[in-house]
T-cell receptor
Framework: AQTVTQSQPEMSVQEAETVTLSCTYD???????LFWYKQPPSRQMILVIR??????QNATENRFSVNFQKAAKSFSLKISDSQLGDAAMYFC??????????FGTGTRLQVFP | GAGVSQSPSNKVTEKGKDVELRCDPI?????LYWYRQSLGQGLEFLIY????????KSGLPSDRFSAERTGGSVSTLTIQRTQQEDSAVYLC?????????????FGDGTRLSIL
């Protein structure tokens, strides 16, 4: 069965600095998708970035980028120029085909001014 | 609608009562997913609908949980004889047709509290 592990329950970063959130996963599949979702106190899950496993190039979305290491089954999220609005729970998720998302337990990110 | 809508936003009920949670997906989205998020935990998959059919209901934790979808749109998650361990946030998500490259769009969830 596929599993997703986020080993950092909490992280903190100073405004304007860079922070990296870790995620590892376990799968025997070769074709899948990986996602990072942000969950602010409002509870809504907001897609931050996604990566297709067959693409070697790391995905980027403005200040957000990933370091995807397929062989190591690692998918970390880098947030550059952190802003106060980035404070939230961040969840890493795995998806195969039309399957459901399998989530990690999340990392709470605090941003200090 | 513009986004996934869930109701009620919050529900408090007594142990042993039945509850119904509603999800209205984005208009035209045929794939619908239910997840449960217990306090301090990640999201746990419950059930997946494609149209009115549920090809994957492997995440339903017990036979007290059931879900249906009618007209390929609104879905209802029903929990019978609620227990305190059912307390959680129940989130619904939808995608256009379940294609693997499509991100799931989430609602704001229903916070269920069992007294």
């Amino acid at each position: 069965a596929q599993t997703v592990t986020q080993s950092q329950p909490e992280m903190s970063v100073q405004e304007a600095e860079t922070v990296t959130l870790s995620c590892t996963y376990d799968t025997s599949e070769s074709d899948y998708y990986l996602f990072w979702y942000k969950q602010p106190p409002s509870r809504q899950m907001i897609l931050v970035i996604r990566q297709e496993a067959y693409k070697q190039q790391n995905a980027t979305e403005n200040r957000f980028s990933v370091n995807f290491q397929k062989a190591a089954k690692s998918f970390s999220l880098k947030i550059s120029d952190s802003q106060l609005g980035d404070a939230a729970m961040y969840f890493c998720a795995y998806r195969r085909n039309t399957d459901k998302l399998i989530f990690g337990t999340g990392t709470r990110l605090q941003v200090f001014p | 609608g513009a986004g996934v809508s869930q109701s009620p936003s919050n529900k408090v009920t007594e142990k042993g009562k039945d509850v119904e949670l509603r999800c209205d997906p984005i208009s035209g989205h045929t794939a619908l997913y239910w997840y449960r998020q217990s306090l301090g935990q990640g999201l746990e998959f419950l059930i997946y609908f494609q149209g009115n059919s549920a090809p994957d209901k492997s995440g339903l934790p017990s036979d007290r949980f059931s879900a249906e979808r009618t007209g390929g749109s609104v879905s209802t998650l029903t929990i019978q004889r609620t227990q305190q361990e059912d307390s959680a946030v129940y989130l619904c998500a939808s995608t256009l047709d379940g294609g693997r490259n499509q991100p799931q769009h989430f609602g704001d969830g229903t916070r269920l509290s069992i007294l």
